[in-house]
């Protein structure tokens, strides 16, 4: 791939009105009814998707200690989960960039809402049932959604398309933090597994029926000789910085999750209160909801790829002071900061990838491509926690395994942006 050069990238972070627009929106036009309407389906899309994934915990805590299977077998099938949905954003982008928007993510919403009514009649002790509904079927429909939805900002927010990016991403703590609340609600309160899975998938249901009846795309006609063309695969492989942040990714991804599958788990071993450890989820993905909007907004002055390289130091940091989280209070603060700023890392990646590209019409496979290498960690590393914990719990091998991926994850965040600063000659990426 040709490197941007300083005009070039500059064009492209602050998305000027001389840049190049794929549809037939007026320049400089941004916003309006549709652009509203979009971003209030993109929320509810990741809210019922990606975040009902983040509620994952709940099921690992009811699988492990119901003995459905052992802990490392259970978060298998979460693990496949984020797999697919991760790594369905390269087929779901290029679609996307092919302007098929509106069918890959109506495809998608029916199968993550079918696979979910099949999870409410799989029996918890059946593991291929659980593994085929909950793993790959949720997994496929959710990763058709996350990707399109995010990139299509792009078609009605131009210049503000970092901060709408992070705001539609917020969807995703949110539906992190009330499904488990609801989840857990039901299964401790008398309510069979199947009803109490049935009703969050009704929930998910309309919220995924309301997201596509608001959400709009512009036609996307082909380019003319005069407009760049895209960048290929081959061409993205062989851009330094693009790489280094994509396998930064893929690092992160083998620690990140960690908290999200595990601290439930965590704290009932520790002796806390149960009803304290039902809500860690929802502390942890509660404290995201900011932290997927206020570093957007500091993005838009210092450059989306300073404060994401910021956020994956911190997110390093916290996952080491892991160690010290051994009562009430010190899960709680973990929780807080950890989910802020992992939150924060999350809702920069797209819009670190989106300023990255040279035009609209490799928006949607620059990102996907980043997504399915960092899947490979998604798929394995919870796995690889569960196998570290096996049926003695000892808790320092999984936090040190995720802590040391994190932090490799970060150090090549940041050799990421000091290739772009010797590129461009300039400090605020």
């Given at each position: 791939m040709e490197p941007l050069d300083k005009n070039t990238f500059a064009m492209t972070v602050r998305d000027s009105e001389e840049s190049t627009v794929t549809s037939p929106a007026p320049r400089g036009v941004h916003g309006g009814v549709r652009a509203w309407m979009t971003l209030l389906g993109a929320w509810l899309a990741i809210a019922s998707t990606f975040g009902y994934t983040y509620s994952f915990g709940i099921y690992q805590d009811f699988y492990t200690r119901s003995h459905a299977a052992s802990a490392t077998r259970v978060s298998w099938i979460g693990s496949t989960q984020l797999f697919l949905l991760i790594a369905m954003g390269l087929p779901a982008g290029k679609l996307h960039d092919l302007g098929h928007f509106r069918v890959v993510v109506g495809v998608g919403s029916l199968l993550f809402t079918f696979s979910l009514f099949m999870v409410s009649l799989a029996h918890p002790d059946k593991y291929y049932e659980l593994f085929l509904s909950q793993g790959i079927g949720m997994g496929i429909g959710a990763g058709l959604v996350y990707i399109p939805v995010l990139a299509v900002q792009s078609?009605?927010?131009?210049?503000?398309?970092?901060?709408?990016?992070?705001?539609?991403?917020?969807?995703?703590?949110?539906?992190?933090?009330?499904?488990?609340?609801?989840?857990?609600?039901?299964?401790?309160?008398?309510?069979?597994?199947?009803?109490?899975?049935?009703?969050?998938?009704?929930?998910?249901?309309?919220?995924?029926?309301?997201?596509?009846?608001?959400?709009?795309?512009?036609?996307?006609?082909?380019?003319?000789?005069?407009?760049?063309?895209?960048?290929?695969?081959?061409?993205?492989?062989?851009?330094?910085?693009?790489?280094?942040?994509?396998?930064?990714?893929?690092?992160?991804?083998?620690?990140?999750?960690?908290?999200?599958?595990?601290?439930?788990?965590?704290?009932?071993?520790?002796?806390?209160?149960?009803?304290?450890?039902?809500?860690?989820?929802?502390?942890?993905?509660?404290?995201?909801?900011?932290?997927?909007?206020?570093?957007?907004?500091?993005?838009?002055?210092?450059?989306?790829?300073?404060?994401?390289?910021?956020?994956?130091?911190?997110?390093?940091?916290?996952?080491?002071?892991?160690?010290?989280?051994?009562?009430?209070?010190?899960?709680?603060?973990?929780a807080v900061i950890y989910g802020f700023f992992a939150g924060a890392w999350f809702s920069l990646l797209s819009p670190v990838f989106s300023n990255m590209s040279k035009s609209e019409r490799e928006l949607g496979v620059r990102m996907g491509l980043a997504f399915a290498l960092s899947s490979v960690a998604a798929l394995t590393g919870t796995p690889i926690d569960g196998k570290l914990l096996g049926s003695t719990f000892p808790w320092s091998k999984p936090i040190a395994f995720s802590a040391v991926m994190i932090t490799i994850g970060a150090v090549l965040c940041l050799v990421a942006r000091q290739l772009l600063v010797r590129r461009l000659g300039t400090h605020i990426l």
């Open positions: 078609d009605h927010w131009g210049p503000r398309r970092t901060l709408a990016m992070g705001v539609a991403s917020s969807g995703l703590p949110v539906g992190g933090t009330f499904f488990p609340i609801m989840l857990n609600q039901l299964l401790h309160h008398g309510v069979s597994y199947a009803w109490s899975v049935r009703a969050s998938a009704f929930l998910a249901l309309g919220m995924l029926l309301a997201a596509n009846a608001l959400m709009t795309s512009y036609p996307r006609p082909p380019p003319t000789k005069s407009q760049q063309q895209p960048a290929g695969i081959k061409a993205l492989l062989t851009d330094a910085p693009y790489m280094f942040v994509a396998i930064g990714g893929l690092f992160m991804n083998w620690g990140v999750y960690f908290p999200y599958f595990y601290l439930q788990l965590y704290t009932i071993l520790h002796g806390m209160d149960p009803t304290f450890a039902f809500y860690t989820l929802t502390i942890l993905n509660g404290a995201a909801i900011p932290g997927r909007i206020l570093p957007n907004l500091l993005a838009q002055r210092y450059g989306p790829m300073n404060v994401f390289t910021a956020s994956a130091f911190l997110c390093a940091i916290l996952a080491w002071a892991f160690f010290g989280a051994k009562s009430v209070a010190g899960v709680v603060v973990f």
